[in-house]
């Protein structure tokens, strides 16, 4: 049954299948709709990729059909799709807008992967534990990541080197030295 759309025959059913899923992803469209029926084929697509039975669902609405069920969510435009967790409606994308809808329904697909609502709070990198003899690092990151930061970092070490030989070239070059050098782009202390 993965990837199934299915299509609302009455309000009723539309709330039963709210009440089925976590997540229910809503296409308003009209038959009559040029830009509803371009963006079919993506809607079809992500049923198919990401539909999860009880946690994530896709559902279409004729608005001709359900006048009803579209009055209720204040759709006037159409597509509209709707992004609705646990009955409440928490995106909304008017238009055909593939790349919105793609964003919005892998958004609540990784919702109801992974640990669910909760899995959204422990997103950093994290840290490993030190000692008094080896402070802290991020996860994954080397011994010499401090010193490579040093070398490669705007005021670092090779930075500091790639200033020096430019600054030597600039006033090595000139007439008067002093000054080109003070007017430099490379000029540390240069006018701010």
């Known amino acids: 049954m993965p990837g199934k759309i299915i299509p609302v025959t009455s309000a009723s059913h539309f709330e039963t299948l709210l009440s089925s ?12 709709c040029g830009p509803c029926k371009a963006i079919a084929p993506v809607f079809q697509t992500l049923a198919e990729k990401e ?3 009880g946690k994530l669902q896709f559902v279409k609405v004729d608005v001709d059909a359900q006048q009803e069920v579209a009055k209720k969510y204040g759709v ?15 995106e909304t994308i008017r238009g055909a807008n593939p790349s919105a809808l793609t964003a919005a329904v892998r958004k609540a697909a990784s919702d109801t992967g992974a640990g669910g609502a909760g899995s959204t709070y422990f997103t950093s990198k994290g840290r490993t534990l030190g000692s008094a003899s080896q402070p802290s690092q991020p996860v994954g990151e080397g011994a010499f990541a401090g010193l490579q930061r040093l070398m490669t970092g705007n005021g670092g070490l ?3 080197a790639v200033r020096f030989v430019a600054l030597y070239f600039v006033s090595l070059f000139a007439f008067d030295s002093f000054k080109a050098a003070e007017e430099s782009p ?3 202390r240069a006018r701010r």
């Open 21 to 32: 899923s976590t997540y229910t992803i809503v296409d308003f469209y009209a038959d009559w």
């Open 76 to 90: 006037s435009a159409m597509p509209t799709f709707l992004v609705i967790k646990s009955k409440s409606v928490i």
């Open 51 to 53: 539909t999860k039975p």
């Open 186 to 188: 490379y000029n540390i």
């Open 158 to 160: 090779a930075d500091m």
